[in-house]
């Protein structure tokens, strides 16, 4: 049986699932492992995967209409090895990733779930850093919350937390990783890396993709306690739009005050939040550029959420 089981749901664009299987042979450990691919692609196959033939692999094929918790769930459920690996399909990790994550979940106290930091691809796009501004603002840390990918942990933390929540569409590693705090600590470390392949490059994809993904945020919240630190990542996307409506209604009824105030609601917490980024990334990115983000990224997000509460928003 091996050490380590790494456990990728995957869908579409499977070049970059070449590249983080690529990365999984690459690492520099004595641990013993296998990788157990969960994919909604019937097409896929080893030989179309290129991984060397020594290398323990295992496809899983599942029906299209599986979310990423029930893959997940699948996938550990194929495997039996003590300690695993979430990983997202569109990620390249450092080569010393297994040993760090294996040696801070079995050296350190209390420890729930481990996690690597986010770094750059060579010549990043603005967006790319910024987005990996935004997943480091805490490092080598406790933190409340770890994103889905790249999570090291035992099965039978897994097994304790019910495994992840099939009901979730999106925002499924929020409240995974919010029910892992209670049996442990979260740590993001920056011993280990990885780059994001899929990570967004451009704003007009970024905006329709923060549609998708915000689709499940009330959801998640449901059967839980909500900490502060949420309530801001709640209501903030709110902001512009209600900002928006108010400058119109200001319009129509003649009323600069109401009209100022509307501005002021849509684009002071805005720009609060812009120099938050910009003064954490050591201002090394242009406060323009980040202004843009958030200008697009809260309408998108909000637009998600009040529509996932009626239907499902594909992919």
């Known amino acids: 049986m091996p050490d380590v089981t790494f456990i990728v749901p995957h869908k579409g664009r499977s070049s970059m699932l070449v590249q983080t299987l690529t990365s999984l042979v690459e690492q520099e450990t004595t641990l013993a492992w296998q990788v157990c691919v969960v994919t909604q692609?019937?097409?896929?196959?080893?030989?179309?995967?290129?991984?060397?033939?020594?290398?323990?692999?295992?496809?899983?094929?599942?029906?299209?209409?599986?979310?990423?918790?029930?893959?997940?769930?699948?996938?550990?459920?194929?495997?039996?090895?003590?300690?695993?690996?979430?990983?997202?399909?569109?990620?390249?990790?450092?080569?010393?990733?297994?040993?760090?994550?294996?040696?801070?979940l079995t050296t350190t106290p209390e420890p729930a779930i481990v996690s690597a930091v986010q770094v750059n691809s060579q010549e990043a796009p603005v967006l790319e850093r910024i987005r990996t501004a935004l997943s480091n603002a805490k490092i080598d840390t406790d933190v409340e919350f770890l994103p889905g990918r790249n999570l090291f942990m035992r099965r039978q933390l897994v097994e304790k937390i019910g495994g992840f929540p099939s009901h979730l569409v999106t925002c499924e590693d929020y409240y995974f990783t919010d029910q892992a705090r209670g049996y442990g600590r979260l740590f993001y470390s920056a011993m280990a890396s990885y780059i994001h392949l899929g990570e967004d490059k451009a704003l007009w994809p970024m905006f329709i993709k923060e549609i998708w993904r915000g689709q499940s945020n009330l959801r998640s919240v449901q059967g839980r306690r909500i900490p502060w630190r949420e309530v801001p990542s709640l209501i903030m996307p709110m902001f512009i739009p209600l900002g928006l409506l108010i400058i119109l209604l200001g319009a129509i009824a003649g009323s600069w005050v109401l009209a100022g105030a509307g501005l002021c609601i849509a684009f002071f917490p805005t720009l609060v939040y812009s120099a938050r980024l910009w003064t954490m990334a050591d201002k090394q990115i242009p406060f323009v550029e980040i202004l843009k983000f958030y200008l697009l990224y809260f309408p998108a997000r909000a637009y998600g959420t009040l529509r996932g509460l009626f239907k499902p928003i594909a992919h």
């Open 41 to 104: 692609e019937p097409e896929l196959t080893r030989e179309t995967l290129a991984v060397p033939a020594e290398t323990a692999l295992m496809l899983v094929q599942v029906p299209t209409d599986l979310t990423i918790s029930d893959m997940r769930n699948l996938g550990l459920a194929e495997t039996r090895s003590e300690f695993v690996a979430f990983l997202d399909a569109d990620v390249c990790l450092s080569p010393n990733w297994l040993d760090v994550m294996h040696r801070l």
